[in-house]
T-cell receptor, first 113, second 110 residues
Framework: SQQGEEDPQALSIQEGENATMNCSYK?????LQWYRQNSGRGLVHLIL?????REKHSGRLRVTLDTSKKSSSLLITASRAADTASYFC?????????????FGQGTTLQVKP | DAGVIQSPRHEVTEMGQEVTLRCKPI?????LFWYRQTMMRGLELLIY????????DSGMPEDRFSAKMPNASFSTLKIQPSEPRDSAVYFC????????FGPGTRLTVL
């Protein structure tokens, strides 16, 4: 069964606006990660948040994690046209973790100039 | 470091032919992953290795798919015989904690 599910599936905003993407998962985790994929490219790691953390920042990115609701959000502030990409959340398993990640279906973000 | 290296970047072949995809992970990483990505099914984990040992191959579609990791710096994913439904982008990733993805191989089976 799919571990991570993002919503919305697609998001279109104007440059300068904030973009928020959500991710829900099913089982207990050690950490949750967000990745970006530009069209025709591989995924690029953005940020990792551990299960004992509630919020993390990296530049214009802000990630929250609510383990009680098994959900996470990724906020991109002051978006730019270059942020246009697909964004994926990925989770590991709390027990027996060997580095395997389960990826969601992704949110496609379009930032219009 | 050059990152994860995959070859070829594009492969077009005819149904029934053998296809071999190659991956060189980042030096020092101890886990290697093979993924397949399509519009219909998204990103699927096919198989992953830890310290060159296959840990979980439950994502391999069928016996036509096989993967090897003879040493810490090289892995192959082979499809024999290939079918049109195998057309996809195949990614290799390596990790210590976070995964680093290669550029992918776009496979088209005619």
């Amino acid at each position: 069964s799919q571990q991570g599910e993002e919503d919305p599936q697609a998001l279109s905003i104007q440059e300068g606006e904030n973009a928020t993407m959500n991710c829900s998962y099913k089982t207990s985790i050690n950490n949750l990660q967000w990745y970006r994929q530009n069209s025709g490219r591989g995924l690029v790691h953005l940020i990792l948040i551990r299960s004992n953390e509630r919020e993390k920042h990296s530049g214009r990115l802000r990630v929250t994690l609510d383990t009680s609701k098994k959900s996470s959000s990724l906020l991109i502030t002051a978006s730019r046209a270059a942020d246009t990409a697909s964004y994926f959340c990925a989770t590991d398993k709390l027990r027996g973790n060997t580095g395997k990640l389960i990826f969601g279906q992704g949110t496609t973000l379009q930032v219009k100039p | 470091d050059a990152g994860v290296i995959q070859s070829p970047r594009h492969e077009v072949t005819e149904m029934g032919q053998e296809v071999t995809l190659r991956c060189k992970p980042i030096s020092g990483h101890n886990s290697l992953f093979w993924y397949r990505q399509t519009m219909m099914r998204g990103l699927e984990l096919l198989i992953y290795f830890n310290n060159n040992v296959p840990i979980d191959d439950s994502g391999m579609p069928e016996d036509r798919f096989s993967a090897k990791m003879p040493n810490a710096s090289f892995s192959t994913l082979k499809i024999q015989p290939s079918e049109p439904r195998d057309s996809a982008v195949y990614f290799c990733a390596s990790s210590l904690t976070s995964q680093f993805f290669g550029p992918g191989t776009r496979l088209t089976v005619l």
